[in-house]
């Protein structure tokens, strides 16, 4: 299904483009148009790679949620690593709260997915 695949497609897409802004230095980031606690971004790039994952890959929600949950903990530890960001737990625990918000959002639209039957 076409839909189905352009979904894909545009999570894998997110999840390249979060995991990519994360890692680059901050003065090389486009300037923000909005302004928002560091802990809500991070809440908010997990609640919509949850979501659209989730709408993706409706098959095993908790693999995904998983899979998100090591990727927010491998970004902290790159981050770390960089030199020019820093790595929080706190930023892990804010990328946990999205996941769930954005499974939250998924829940009463998961029999209407595109992946399901």
Do not use: C, N
Not at 10 to 39: E, N
């Amino acid at each position: 299904m076409l839909l189905l695949r352009l979904i894909q497609a545009g999570f894998w897409l997110s999840v390249a483009g979060l995991t990519t802004a994360s890692l680059l230095p901050v003065d090389m980031l486009p300037p923000q148009t909005f302004d928002i606690w560091d802990k809500a971004q991070h809440a908010g790039g997990f609640a919509w790679l949850a979501f659209w994952g989730l709408v993706g890959y409706p098959a095993r929600p908790g693999r995904l949620a998983l899979w998100l949950l090591v990727l927010g903990g491998a970004i902290e530890l790159a981050q770390a690593a960089t030199g020019w960001r820093y790595g929080e737990w706190s930023d892990w625990l804010a990328d946990a709260v999205g996941i769930a918000a954005g499974a939250a959002l998924w829940w009463p639209l998961r029999h209407h997915t595109p992946g399901r039957a």
